[in-house]
């Protein structure tokens, strides 16, 4: 709906200015105290008067202050791109609270179970990298590990290993950190179950992945020749070097040995750490893709859970599409 020519009022324009400038119209009998309460109507927003209150379709004048765009039948909120904006900053706000919250508690129980120094604790270490990575101060970080030293803190977590199945009989692994193992399963199968999968029992999936150590450099740290030949020295069993950096795997009894070697030799990896990799894995289209992705945003969305693990691909041009989604 366009606007007729003519002054444009501000948000301080009085309703009965604004009625004065008005066009002159055949009113229909009646229409004066709806007509009048639609002048007089103040917009909550922006405290202008506009007609928000004016039954759609009814009056082919535009609004007096732009608040509203209306249709027959629908009337549609104002000023949407400052409460989106505000909406979206919300959001990331919450999903980096989430996220440090993850982070500060991983660095709480790997100082509980071992040293309360990442130079002589190699997973607290690399949970401080981690939050490093994640822009998390170091007073932040240190105050994390203090509460770990303290009688009584975190006492209570558990790692726990959930395993299910997604849509199109996709295997789920779900790590998880939780003082309260009922309310995690039981939150964790609502979750599949919405998903169009089911939560298994132990040891359901897990024969179809294998248990590896994993570092990870950026590219710049070595050449791929470099990183193949002291991987190899140092007993790993896979190399992949590519334009994001050189990933090295191992096993779970040589991970300690490996990345030891390849710190002396080429500095703090980026990440170390032991992860599921699928022994198989099943191609999904892109729709398929999308609906297992959906469910593992909402189990990791889950504040108890750490990592997320499934046995599916899709190639690289719908992988792309998904993400920039």
Known sequence: MGRKSGPIRGPGARADSVRA???????????????????????????????????AGRYKRPPIHQCHEFERGTVMA?????????????????KRAQAFGKLIREITISAKMGMPDPAMNPRLRAAVKAALVANMTRDTIDRAIKRASTAGQGEDWQEVRYE???PYGIAIIVEALTDNRNRTGGDLRSIFNKGGGALGE????????????????????????AMLE???????????SDEDGHEVSCTVEDFAAVRDALEARFGEAEAA???????TTIDLDEEKARDILKLIDALDDNDDVQNVYANFEVDAAAAERLSAA
């Open 21 to 55: 400038e008005t066009p002159e119209r055949v009113k229909m009998p009646g229409t004066e105290r709806l007509e009048q309460a639609a002048l007089m109507h103040v917009n909550a927003a922006c405290g202008s008067p506009c007609l928000a209150s004016a039954p």
């Open 273 to 279: 750490k032991l992860e599921w990799w699928p022994s």
């Open 164 to 166: 299910g199945y997604g």
């Open 230 to 240: 002291a991987a190899i020295e140092a007993g790993a069993e896979d190399v992949e």
């Open 202 to 225: 132990s040891n359901s999936v897990a024969f179809q992945f294998d248990r590896k150590g994993v570092l990870r450099y950026k590219p710049d740290v070595a050449s791929a020749d």
């Open 78 to 94: 104002g000023h949407s791109h400052a409460k989106n904006v505000m909406h979206r900053k919300a959001a990331q706000g919450a």
